[in-house]
């Protein structure tokens, strides 16, 4: 049976799940840089990083997961020339093996943020 993580610890949308779980695995929604009360972050590429990380955090927190338990991680960003920024930041929040990934540039994603970042875990 589906379940629904749920966390106040990370911003929620209307219509939307945090994340589901199915026997064990889990998909995050796509995260942007908002703090958990909804507003925009601003900042540098880096400090956007930091928010949509942590945002993931605490999800899969709800969820009793951590990065650890992370196997694949799908990336949006607005600009490949920041690519660099985010990396060295995503590279923080991982040790090695680190879960498979793929960036895409995107022309917009919503609310005029600039990074969003979904995962997919298992128990």
Do not use: W
Request: hydrophobic letters at 40%.
């Amino acid at each position: 049976m589906k379940k629904e993580i749920k966390t106040t610890d990370a911003p929620a949308a209307p219509n939307i799940s945090q994340a589901t779980e199915i026997d064990g695995l889990v998909m995050t929604a796509g995260q942007i840089h908002c703090t958990p009360d909804g507003k925009l972050a601003s900042g540098t590429m880096k400090e956007k990083t930091k928010q949509v990380l942590d945002n993931l955090k605490a999800v899969l927190a709800a969820a009793g997961l951590d990065f650890n338990d992370v196997l694949k991680v799908t990336v949006y960003v607005t600009s490949m020339s920041e690519y660099g920024d985010f990396n060295e930041v995503y590279a923080t929040y991982f040790i090695a093996p680190f879960p498979a990934r793929e960036v895409v540039c995107v022309k917009e994603l919503p609310l005029g943020a600039s990074v969003e970042v979904s995962m997919v875990a298992k128990k």
